[in-house]
T-cell receptor, first 116, second 111 residues
Framework: NAGVTQTPKFRVLKTGQSMTLLCAQD?????MYWYRQDPGMGLRLIHY???????AKGEVPDGYNVSRLKKQNFLLGLESAAPSQTSVYFC???????????????FGSGTRLTVV | ELKVEQNPLFLSMQEGKNYTIYCNYS?????LYWYRQDPGKSLESLFV?????AVKQEGRLMASLDTKARLSTLHITAAVHDLSATYFC???????????FGEGTQLTVNP
């Protein structure tokens, strides 16, 4: 039972390069999220999706784009990486609140990104 | 905008002692989550608190929720070294579609 899988786990980018982080979940969750974690700041929401084909901005969306073409996948793109995007990125998924008894969010293992 | 504040942010305690971590949030919500994170690892779900007055306990950790005061507490009883980690509280927004996290409490339990 894989849960939420993130790839890659580590990446080093040069300023200006682009990349895509992939998040895949096998729990049939409707909602998916991308967070970034920086020291002393907890996790901050970048973008999220409440269903296939939908996306919405979170707290810190600038410099990122997302797509949810399939229910099980949520992609996070950096078009032109900047050093300020050096962070640990976590993907999560959940059921909508009130749907069944499965409250709670499942997190992936994280992607450690360094932009030099 | 929902804001979540934890205190203390850093906590160093001796084994065998008791302590409480506090989590305050700014807008109405009935769902509060506590997570544990070890260095370099992902988040491990500890508790999900779904209603006012909810209390849950697991081992040496007990969490409670007071939705009227917009306050949750994580109480540590007779701390042991294995509890050393960073603890986060997080709150669902009113729409229930996303989590807002506190800054985290870095707990160190010393022998």
């Amino acid at each position: 039972n894989a849960g939420v899988t993130q790839t890659p786990k580590f990446r080093v980018l040069k300023t200006g390069q682009s990349m895509t982080l992939l998040c895949a979940q096998d729990m049939n969750h409707e909602y998916m999220y991308w967070y970034r974690q920086d020291p002393g700041m907890g996790l901050r929401l970048i973008h999220y999706s409440v269903g296939e084909g939908t996306t919405a901005k979170g707290e810190v969306p600038d410099g990122y784009n997302v797509s949810r073409l399939k229910k099980q996948n949520f992609l996070l793109g950096l078009e032109s990486a900047a050093p300020s995007q050096t962070s640990v990125y976590f993907c999560a998924s959940s059921y909508p609140v009130g749907q069944g008894f499965n409250y709670g969010y499942t997190f992936g293992s994280g992607t450690r990104l360094t932009v030099v | 905008e929902l804001k979540v504040e934890q205190n203390p942010l850093f906590l160093s305690m001796q084994e065998g002692k008791n302590y409480t971590i506090y989590c305050n949030y700014s807008t109405t919500s009935d769902r509060l989550y506590w997570y544990r994170q070890d260095p370099g690892k992902s988040l491990e779900s500890l508790f999900v608190l779904l209603s006012n007055g909810a209390v849950k306990q697991e081992g040496r950790l007990m969490a409670s929720l007071d939705t009227k005061a917009r306050l949750s507490t994580l109480h540590i009883t007779a701390a042991v070294h294995d509890l050393s980690a960073t603890y986060f509280c997080a709150v669902d927004g009113a729409s229930g579609s996303r989590l807002t996290f506190g800054e985290g409490t870095q707990l160190t339990v010393n022998p």
